[in-house]
């Protein structure tokens, strides 16, 4: 595996980011888009104080059929009126290959969710295209498939496009609703060329206990993170278990600074 770390630019609104250049980045928004004044609302507020790309599910891949599967073409166009007034990218999940054309103009990066890690068709033509992509660690993967799965997306490219996010895999322990790998988290991101970003939301499932890992995996020395907010958790339609509120994410984000400040890094901000 080649010890030369990749350096991601990716285009938000009319800034270019980059991640895997020593600097550490903040991508946050709702689990999902769930309506104009809820993804307007919460953009706004994380881009205020720090986030460079926002996030927003529009197809959700829920364990239950019966749970909110995301507005689809609705929250699509919410997503590129806000991404267009905020002057700012999102990421989005893609969750079938026949959703990369249509995503492709919209987004700055691509996410590929933990259950479709495995998923080599969708892989490969994300292979294809040359936005960057997300690829958040399978719940039951070894770390030696995640870097295989990321071999699948960046086959071909003359430049770097993969960014590795860990969520959280699945343990024997059920009080946390994953277990936050900080294990693998490091050893990718010292062991393998990609950026490596933490998603602590997914990785504890508890909004009371994302502040403490959030802090704990920016100590850890990886490239960014990635949360959930909304402004009213209790009636968000998914993983409203987990969301931060305005004042939390606020606050946790003025600690994020003091920790990277004590470790001579630094917030990339949009200028
Ligand atoms: C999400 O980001 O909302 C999501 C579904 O994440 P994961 O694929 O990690 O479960
Ligand atoms: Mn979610």
Not at 14 to 41: H, L
Not at 104 to 119: E, I, L, P, T
């Amino acid at each position: 595996m080649s010890p030369e770390k990749h350096v991601i630019e990716i285009q938000s609104g009319s800034k270019k980011i980059k991640i895997g250049d020593g600097s550490f980045t903040v991508m946050a928004g709702p689990c999902s888009i769930e309506s104009y004044q809820q993804f307007f609302s919460t953009a706004k507020m994380v881009a205020e104080h720090g986030a460079s790309l926002l996030r927003g599910g529009v197809w959700k891949l829920r364990t239950s059929s019966k749970s909110f599967q995301g507005l689809g073409s609705e929250a699509l166009e919410i997503a590129q009126k806000v991404t267009k007034e905020l002057d700012m990218g999102i990421t989005i999940e893609v969750t079938d290959p026949r959703q990369i054309e249509e995503l492709y103009s919209m987004v700055s990066m691509f996410q590929v969710g933990s259950r479709n890690m495995h998923n080599y068709a969708l892989l490969k033509e994300l292979a294809k295209q040359d936005k960057p992509v997300l690829l958040k660690r399978g719940f039951a993967a070894l770390v030696s498939e995640w870097v295989n799965a990321a071999e699948y997306v960046n086959q071909g490219s003359d430049k770097p496009k993969v960014i590795l996010c860990e969520r959280g895999i699945r343990t024997f322990e059920t009080s946390t609703r994953n277990t936050l790998d900080l294990n693998s988290a490091i050893y990718a991101k010292k062991n393998t060329p990609y950026p490596v970003i933490i998603d602590p939301s997914h990785g504890v499932g508890i909004a009371n206990l994302v502040p403490d890992l959030a802090l704990a995996s920016t100590a850890l020395g990886i490239d960014g993170l990635i949360m959930e907010v909304h402004p009213n958790p209790k009636e968000a339609l998914s993983d409203g278990m987990q969301a931060l509120t305005f004042e939390n994410f606020e606050n946790l984000m003025t600690k994020t600074t003091k920790v990277l400040t004590a470790l001579d890094r630094s917030l990339q901000r949009m200028q």
